[in-house]
Structures are given as structure tokens and as C-alpha cells.
């Protein structure tokens, strides 16, 4: 590991495949950060598996037994500052944070969604834009604020809704999108050219207005 290099933290709940696509890129030298941890709330998280197969240290810490969610926050707030990470990453963790994890990490989380956010928050984005007949959507990269799924957005990968299109494939084809602009997103953060601040996101010294927006 390289002591200059941002370090980042992986937080996950199951398939990992966000988390792969980080892997891969920093193990091809197209991003240059350092993995140095991934925790999962869930035994079963397969993300769990493949740090592991990356040599990367890994960490499960069951949310169900924990009284409430702010102890849950502070163990793993406990878990994640042994690593020293200068950047958490959100990838399919599937938790609300409490507004002191928020706080204690403020303006170093990121989060991925799968929706061109401020539209369909919450769960089950895909089914609720086929069902609206949306024409685009896509996936979102944004600053974790205490608003759920509500914090100032980075950069989105749009892409075109197919017809007759099923769930599915859709869900598919933004992962693929996912893959591509939160690792890149990352690589933002850490040269230095992202940063959180006064409530907003800056991108090269400009406060973004709204989210960097790209076709796929
Ligand atoms: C991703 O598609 C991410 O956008 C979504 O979970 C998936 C995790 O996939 N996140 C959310 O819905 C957060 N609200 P992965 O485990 O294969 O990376």
C-alpha cells in the first residue's frame, strides 16, 4: 500500500459486484486508491467472498444485535476507524445511517443509487420506473447526508428504457452503468478533485449545481 494513497472503506450487504468493479479497477492501476477494508451487515453478503479473494480485510457486524441503530453506527464507526479510511463507500449497504454516523464521517461517504435521483428514492426503482413509463433512468453517485438518498449528487450514468423491457434486464444494464461511474466518481474524491462542502459538492474548486450527468 502506498501511504499517500486515499484509503477506502467498502460497506456492503450482499452481491458486491460495485464493490468487484473497485477491485478490479485498482488492481488494473485505473484507480488509484487503496481498499482497506469491507464490511457487510450480512453473513451471507457474497461481496464478503470476493474481498476476501482480493486479499482485502473483511468484517460482519449483524445490525440485529444491536439494541438500536445508533450503537450499530458507533460499532461500526469503532470497526471502520482500526482502518483509517479517508472515504466510505456505499455499495448496496443496505442501512439507513443515524445522523451521528453521518456527522462523524461528514462530507467522506458516498452512496450509489439506482435511479436518476432527486427521482425514485427508496427501494424497488426499476419496477417503479417501468411501471411510470419513464424514459430514462439510470443510477446516481451522491454525498451521504442525514436525508435519505438525499445528499448532493456527483455524477449519474443515464441511459434510454427499452420497450417492453422486464426488471431484470434493466436492473442489468444500470449495474453495468454503476460499475463504470462510482469507481470513477471515487477516483475523483481521491486526487482531490471532488470534495463535500457547505452542504454541496465541489468538482475542481466549481459547486455543482447538480449532478454531472453521462450516456450510456
Ligand atoms: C446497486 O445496484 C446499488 O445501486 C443498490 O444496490 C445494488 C447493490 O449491488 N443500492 C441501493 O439500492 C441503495 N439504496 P451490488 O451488491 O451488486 O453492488
Redo the contacts with the bound molecule.
Sequence with gaps: MNSNRCRAAIL?????????AFIDQVAGQQLELDIVQVISNRLD?F?LTRASKAGIATHCLLHDQFADRESFDRALARELDDARPDLLI?????RILSPWFVAHYNGRIL????ALLPAYP??N?HQRVLDAGEQWHG?TVHFVTEQL?GGPGVLQGRLLVAADEAAADL?RR??AV?HQIYPATAAMFASGRLEYRAGAAWLDGERLQQPVVRDF
Aim: glycine fraction near 18%; charge should be negative.
Design positions: 456492503i450487504s450482499g452481491s458486491g459486484s460495485n464493490l468487484q453478503a461481496g456505499l455499495a448496496g449497504f443496505m452512496n450509489i443509487h439506482p427508496g427501494l426503482t443510477s438518498d436492473a444500470v449495474q454503476e
